[in-house]
Structures are given as C-alpha cells and as structure tokens.
C-alpha cells in the first residue's frame, strides 16, 4: 500500500531564510507521479507540482525546487528566501493508481515569520 | 472558468442527524472526489465519481454516500453522524485520470 510520510510537523523560519520540507514515500509501483500541494488558512489544497517517477531531475520554479531521490524514496521541497505569504501548512501525495486518489501524507505547517 | 465550489462552508449539527454537503465542479471536470480532514491530519479518500457512476471508495462505512449529478455537481450525504465525523470536508474535481483540483472545503462539527 501506498504510504508517504512527513516527518517535520511544524517549522518555524524567519522572513528570507530557506526552508527544506521533507516527504519520504513507499510503493511497490515501479512508475507513479508525486504531488505536493498547499493549504493556506483559507482551506483550499492548492496544487504546486506533479513529478513522475521516470524524471529525476531537480525542478525550480520561481522560489520553489523539487529534489526527487528515487533510490531513497524521497521527494523534498525548498522554498528560497521565504516570505510571510508562505505560510501554510505543506502536503506531499502519492496516488494509488495513475493520478488518483491521493494518499496525503500528515503535512508539516510552516509558519514564516516578518 | 469557475473554480471548485463547495457549500456551506461551515455546519453544525447534532450526534445521530443526517447531512449533505455540496460540490460543484470546475468547468469541463467530469470527475469528482471525496475528502475527509480531520484536525491535524492529511486528507483522507472518501469515493470518488465519474460520469455519475461511483468508481472508487477509500475506508469509510457506508454510512457515508454520495450522488454526481449530470452536470457533474456532487453531494457528499452521512448518516448517522457521530462526533468523530467532525472534520473537513474536500471536494476535488478532475478530468478522469488527471490531476484534482480542490474547493476550500466544508468545516463540519458534530455535537
């Protein structure tokens, strides 16, 4: 069974600083797709970034990059020079079959601070 | 285009009622999904519909039920409700097979 887990439950940097979010995952599949999604107070996931298991190259977007490490079963995010806006709490998901449905793991809150 | 809307956002009701949560799709989604949140936790799969047709359904007992209509809206229906039903409820709609966008969910408190 598909289990992904997050191992930080809160963090806490200051305004500018990096922060790594950790998701590490298990799958007997040998070719899935990874998410990680945002929820802000407001509720919604909002939707950051699909990888398939095929693509290990690292992924940058804007202040957001992606280090996927198959042989280690990880899939860790970073956001660079944090800003109060960041603040959220951070999920990674692995579906059960093609795209879904989603196993979530328990998500970390990140709480970046002026 | 229309985002995913789910409505109400937040209701309270007793131990042992019934309730029904809405969820309309965004526009040209033909997929709907099901999410349970619990307070502290990650979501968890209720069921999910396609072309009005249940076609998948996570650990939950039956209790919990659900209906996509033609124009792809849903509604999540439980009976029975008990007070570990309280949580947040996602609504996520998708083309088949592609990634889920979600609404911002609907806050149920069961006293």
């Known amino acids: 069974a598909q289990k992904v887990t997050q191992a930080q439950t809160e963090i806490s940097v200051v305004e500018k600083e990096d922060v790594t979010l950790d998701c590490v995952y298990e799958t007997r599949d040998t070719t899935y797709y990874l998410f990680w999604y945002k929820q802000p107070p407001s509720g919604e996931l909002v939707f950051l970034i699909r990888r398939n298991s095929f693509d290990e190259q690292n992924e940058i977007s804007g202040r957001y990059s992606w280090n996927f490490q198959k042989s280690t079963s990880s899939f860790n995010f970073t956001i660079t020079a944090s800003q109060v806006v960041d603040s959220a709490v951070y999920f990674c998901a692995l579906p059960v079959s093609g795209n879904t449905p989603l196993v979530f793991g328990k998500g970390t809150r990140l709480s970046v601070i002026a | 285009e229309t985002g995913v809307t789910q409505s109400p956002t937040h209701l309270i009701k007793t131990r042992g009622q019934q309730v029904t949560l809405r969820c309309s799709s965004q526009?040209?989604?033909?997929?709907v999904s099901w999410y349970q949140q619990a307070l502290g936790q990650g979501p968890q799969f209720i069921f999910q519909?396609?072309?009005?047709?249940?076609?998948g359904r996570g650990n939950f007992p039956p209790r919990f039920s659900g209906l996509q209509f033609p124009n792809y809206s849903s509604e999540l229906n439980v009976n029975a409700l008990e007070l570990d039903d309280s949580a947040l409820y996602l609504c996520a709609s998708s083309l088949r097979g592609e990634k889920l966008f979600f609404g911002s969910g609907t806050q149920l408190s069961v006293l």
């Open positions: 526009s040209g989604h033909n997929t």
């Open positions: 519909y396609y072309r009005e047709e249940e076609n």
